[in-house]
T-cell receptor
Framework: KQEVTQIPAALSVPEGENLVLNCSFTDSAIYNLQWFRQDPGKGLTSLLLIQSSQREQTSGRLNASLDKSSGRSTLYIAASQPGDSATYLCAVSPLMAGTASKLTFGTGTRLQVTL | KAGVTQTPRYLIKTRGQQVTLSCSPISGHRSVSWYQQTPGQGLQFLFEYFSETQRNKGNFPGRFSGRQFSNSRSEMNVSTLELGDSALYLC?????????????FGPGTRLTVL
């Protein structure tokens, strides 16, 4: 059974700092990995999707890397802003055919960027 | 293009009642998935529908059911509500149920069972 863990569970940084969020998964048989952000009481916003054949994806100040063999992904946020404050979740999609939508989510990292 | 919409946004029910939640996917998206989010268990996959057929199901009791209509809109139903069913129910849509389509989530329906 796939298990996804995110460390740290909570993080507080001053504005402008660069930061890294970690995601680890126990079963390397994944097809892709997605990073989401969730604002309090709201749904999820997709940030980046990395196919298992890729090593990283970038969007603006965000960069996500994937090391499938070691079961790890990182989300790098450059020059953090107060608007980045949210919970960040990673989710893996299984490799087994026909099950791509059965995402397994991590426990989340609650990020607070202070002024 | 409008995002995924879910109705209602908030619901309060009592134990033993049943509830129906609705999800309208992004226009052109044909795959709809449902997730339950609770503080204790986090986000858990409920089921996925494509072309009016359930393709995948998570580890939830039979009280949880769903369906999809020909216009790709989906509903989920929970019968004989229990206190533990209180959660944020999220719907996600994607173009096709394949591996390269990211899932786009709606704002969720907050269900409180008293």
């Amino acid at each position: 059974k796939q298990e996804v863990t995110q460390i740290p569970a909570a993080l507080s940084v001053p504005e402008g700092e660069n930061l890294v969020l970690n995601c680890s998964f126990t079963d390397s048989a994944i097809y892709n990995l997605q990073w989401f952000r969730q604002d309090p009481g709201k749904g999820l916003t997709s940030l980046l999707l990395i196919q298992s054949s890729q090593r990283e994806q970038t969007s603006g100040r965000l960069n996500a890397s994937l090391d499938k063999s070691s079961g790890r992904s990182t989300l790098y946020i450059a020059a953090s802003q107060p608007g980045d404050s949210a919970t960040y979740l990673c989710a893996v999609s299984p490799l087994m055919a026909g099950t791509a939508s059965k995402l397994t989510f991590g426990t989340g990292t609650r990020l607070q960027v202070t002024l | 293009k409008a995002g995924v919409t879910q109705t209602p946004r908030y619901l309060i029910k009592t134990r033993g009642q049943q509830v129906t939640l609705s999800c309208s996917p992004i226009s052109g998206h044909r795959s709809v998935s449902w997730y339950q989010q609770t503080p204790g268990q986090g986000l858990q996959f409920l089921f996925e529908y494509f072309s009016e057929t359930q393709r995948n199901k998570g580890n939830f009791p039979g009280r949880f059911s769903g369906r999809q209509f020909s216009n790709s809109r989906s509903e989920m139903n929970v019968s004989t509500l229990e206190l533990g069913d209180s959660a944020l129910y999220l719907c996600a849509s994607s173009l096709e149920p394949d591996r390269t389509s990211p899932q786009y989530f709606g704002p969720g329906t907050r269900l409180t069972v008293l």
